[in-house]
């Protein structure tokens, strides 16, 4: 199967930073890829569809200023969480799909664990 | 809006035996369900992709069904072992996903 793979593994940061989190398609482009999120114990949550080359769509709740993607290539999106907060501490997880609609699989990258103090 | 149901949340069984985990959604004009396994700390990795025309795949020991106009899928897990033992998550092009079902297998 595809590949997408997520760098860092893990970050923690002071409060007040901004992070990046890579997302990329190994072997595969990506028009579109997805970022979730996942607190402990709880399923993952959508935060925004990135696409390539134009803007990122956001899901209700989410703040597009504080969580900023972006689509540079077809095989890699960024998330950087600005100006980080305790709160903001969670599991990041990128995935993308190996065509260009909702029918085709979707593949995880690894994750992020980000730790703000 | 999508909403996705798990069930069970939890299930911890023996070795060897044949397991079903239930996943419901609510609106069902998908294009597919996919189903995946989340081990603690760790990304997801797919196990079985049903487009909606399709009614099941197999993969193994594992066996998804889809109902579409029902708003259902079951995974079967044959002879299960310790090694299946993770969280079980289902979700539909939609994006939404379920809660899981928390899998243990002891020996």
């Known amino acids: 199967g595809a590949v997408v793979s997520q760098h860092p593994s893990w970050v923690i940061c002071k409060s007040g930073t901004s992070v990046k989190i890579e997302c990329r398609s190994l072997?595969?482009?990506?028009?579109?890829m997805f970022w979730y999120r996942q607190f402990p114990k709880q399923s993952l949550m959508l935060m925004a569809t990135?696409?390539?080359?134009?803007?990122?769509?956001?899901e209700q709740g989410v703040e597009k200023d504080k969580f900023l993607i972006n689509h540079a290539s077809l095989t890699l999106s960024t998330l950087t969480v600005t100006s980080a907060h305790p709160e903001d501490s969670s599991f990041y997880i990128c995935?993308?799909?190996?065509?260009?609609?909702?029918?085709?699989?979707?593949?995880f990258g690894p994750g992020t664990r980000l730790t703000v103090t | 809006k999508q909403e996705v149901t798990q069930i069970p949340a939890a299930l911890s069984v023996p070795e060897g035996e044949n397991l079903v985990l239930n996943c419901s959604f609510t609106?069902?004009?998908?294009?597919?369900l996919q189903w995946f396994r989340q081990d603690p700390g760790k990304g997801l990795t797919s196990l079985l992709l049903?487009?909606?025309?399709?009614r099941e795949q197999t993969s193994g020991r594992l066996n998804a069904s889809l109902d579409k106009s029902s708003g259902r899928s079951t995974l079967y897990i044959a002879a299960s072992q310790p090694g299946d033992s993770a969280t079980y998550l289902c979700?539909?092009?939609?994006?939404?996903f379920g809660t899981g079902t928390r899998l243990q297998v002891f020996p």
């Open positions: 049903i487009q909606s025309s399709q």
């Open positions: 979700t539909t092009d939609k994006l939404i």
């Open positions: 609106d069902s004009a998908i294009y597919n």
């Open positions: 995935s993308a799909r190996d065509g260009g609609g909702p029918s085709y699989e979707q593949y």
């Open positions: 072997d595969f482009q990506a028009t579109t």
């Open positions: 990135s696409n390539e080359g134009s803007k990122a769509t956001y």
